[in-house]
Structures are given as C-alpha cells and as structure tokens.
C-alpha cells in the first residue's frame, strides 16, 4: 500500500513538473510576442505623453533588464537539464561501483552551473535595484508635478470665487478703494503661481484636467513598474541562492566520486563513500527540481509585471 502511493506521490510530482516546464516554453512564447510590441508602445508612450527623457529611459531600462532575466532563465534551464542527465550518468556510475564492475573509465562530469553562480547572477540583480531607484525616483517627480497641478487648479478656483465675489460686493456698492486693495492682496500672494498656471495653459491646448489625467495615468505606470521590479528582485535572489547552493553540491558530488572512482579497488572505503555520495546525490536532485520550479515561476512572474506595465502604457489619456 505505501509502495502504490509513493508511485501515486511520484506520477504527481512529474505531471507537475512536465506542466511547469510547459507552461515555461507558453510564457517565453508570450514574452517574445511582447517584443514586438513594446517599442511601438514605449514611442506612443514618449510621443503623446510628453514624459521626461529620465522616465523613458527608467521604461526602457525595466524592459531591457526584463529581456536579460529571460535570457537568464532560458540559460538555466539549459543548465538544469544537463543537470538531470548528469545525474542519470551518476546513478549508474553508482550502481557500477556497488556492484564491484570494473571501472575501466575515469569518472568524468561537470557542473552545468558554473558559469551562472551567484557572482555572475548578481550583476542582473544589481542592475535590477538600480532601475527600482530610478523609476522610484521618476515616481516620486511625478508625484510633485501632481501636487504643483492640484495646487494650481485649487488656486485658480479660489481666484474665481474671489473675484466674483468683489465684483459683486463692487456692483453693492461696497467701494472701489476695497475691491482695490482686495485684489492687490490676492494678486501679491499668488502671482508667481498664477504666472506658472498661465504659461502653462498659453503652452498647451490640453486642458488641465487633462494634463491631471496623464499624469495620474503616468504615476500608475510607474507604479506598477516599480512592483513589478521589486518582485522580480526577490525572485532573483531565491534563484540565486538555489544556483549557489547546487553549484555547491555539484562540485562536492563530483570529487567524492572522482575519489571513488580512483580507489575502486578498496571496497570498505569507496563503499561509504558511496552510500553518502547516493544520499547527497538524492537530495541534489530534489534542490534541482525546486530550482526549476522557481525558474518557470520567475518566468511566469516575468510576463506578468510586463503584462501589466503594458497595459497601463497602452491606456488612452
């Protein structure tokens, strides 16, 4: 009975793996498809927007360093499929000692990770933080041109009500030397923002609410930019250090069966040896299908903040 529901535990677990590992081949699919498209978004983006060179080159930048992460994932799970074969030729160099065979080969294997450990993962990643500064950053510009606006807007409001309401205390009879000097006081306190609301009404033909609308929308691109970029970070630093910690494993299981494999003749020795290569082997294995869970999840979390930023970049002001 425990022996079918470990079978039924294992046709489980490769059902859900080989579904990942599909789901992983759909979302590059979609992420090339994304390609093709962002440039001529990112243009309407720059064009009809207006945005500063500083945030079209944050968007360009989170694009960019999206584009390397998939690179970095496909690379891997080209790293973790020669893994696995690795270790098909490890359980039978394995089985061959146990059952005293003799070894008429050196034992020969390499680390598919070498070349992807966290020193050459952390480069993406630093790239990666300083993009979240940078769009933080054109957030937080945003944010005070949004403020300035409101201000204006508020300001021009009282303005009216102001004036109206002297012009109406001028029609009573209240006096012109009051309205006068009403006026002066407003003016004197609000010049140089009502100078900034009408050159800026004289520069465009849009009219303020919709320049309140754009950079609303504006803010939420960021925005969700800035989230999208934050996971992707925490995402890369659980590939990494599963990268690191099989890297690790890798070289370790290779020079203890290196050892064997030159010292095949004494048998109490290698024999140990091998009962605790087999169990670090085992649990390697287990390390390598986690690594590849989280690598088609980091690429699920990929085409999603890209989704996303797209998105709202498409939206119409």
């Given at each position: 009975m425990a022996a079918v529901h470990a079978q039924k535990a294992q046709d489980i677990e490769e059902e859900y793996n080989s579904t990942l590992r599909s789901q992983s081949k759909e979302m590059e699919a979609l992420l090339e498809t994304q390609e093709i498209i962002i440039s001529p978004v990112l243009h309407n983006m720059m064009v009809h927007r207006r945005t500063s060179s500083e945030i079209e080159l944050a968007m360009a930048n989170y694009f960019d360093a999206t584009t390397e992460a998939l690179e970095m994932c496909r690379q891997l799970l080209q790293n973790i499929k020669d893994a696995q074969s690795n270790y098909q030729s490890m359980d039978s160099f394995l089985a061959s000692i146990s059952a005293s065979h003799a070894l008429d080969f050196a034992f020969t294997s390499n680390n598919p990770f070498c070349t992807t450990t966290r020193s050459n993962l952390r480069p993406i990643h630093d790239k990666y933080s300083c993009i979240l500064q940078s769009i933080r950053s054109s957030h937080r510009r945003v944010e005070r041109k949004l403020k300035m606006v409101k201000a204006v807007k508020k300001l021009s409001r009282a303005l009216v009500v102001m004036a109206g309401g002297a012009a109406a205390a001028a029609a009573f009879g209240t006096g012109?030397?009051?309205?006068?000097?009403?006026?002066?006081?407003?003016?004197?306190?609000?010049?140089?923002?009502?100078?900034?609301w009408l050159a800026a009404?004289?520069?465009?033909?849009?009219?303020?609410?919709?320049?309140?609308?754009?950079?609303?929308?504006?803010?939420?691109?960021?925005?969700?930019?800035?989230?999208?970029?934050?996971?992707?970070?925490?995402?890369?630093?659980t590939v990494s250090s599963l990268v690191a910690r099989l890297s690790d494993a890798i070289e370790r299981e290779n020079a203890i069966a290196k050892w064997c494999a030159e010292r095949a003749d004494e048998r109490s020795s290698v024999l140990e040896m091998v009962n605790e290569l087999r169990r670090s082997c085992s649990s390697s294995k287990r390390l390598t299908d986690e690594l590849e869970e989280h690598v088609c999840l980091f690429l699920a979390t990929i085409h999603r903040a890209r989704n996303l930023v797209i998105q709202e970049i498409s939206k119409k002001a």
């Open positions: 012109a030397h009051l309205l006068f000097f009403g006026l002066l006081l407003i003016g004197t306190a609000t010049t140089g923002a009502l100078k900034t009404r004289a520069s465009t033909k849009k009219p303020s609410s919709k320049t309140m609308s754009s950079l609303l929308q504006l803010q939420e691109q960021l925005d969700t930019a800035a989230k999208g970029t934050y996971v992707v970070c925490q995402d890369l630093d």
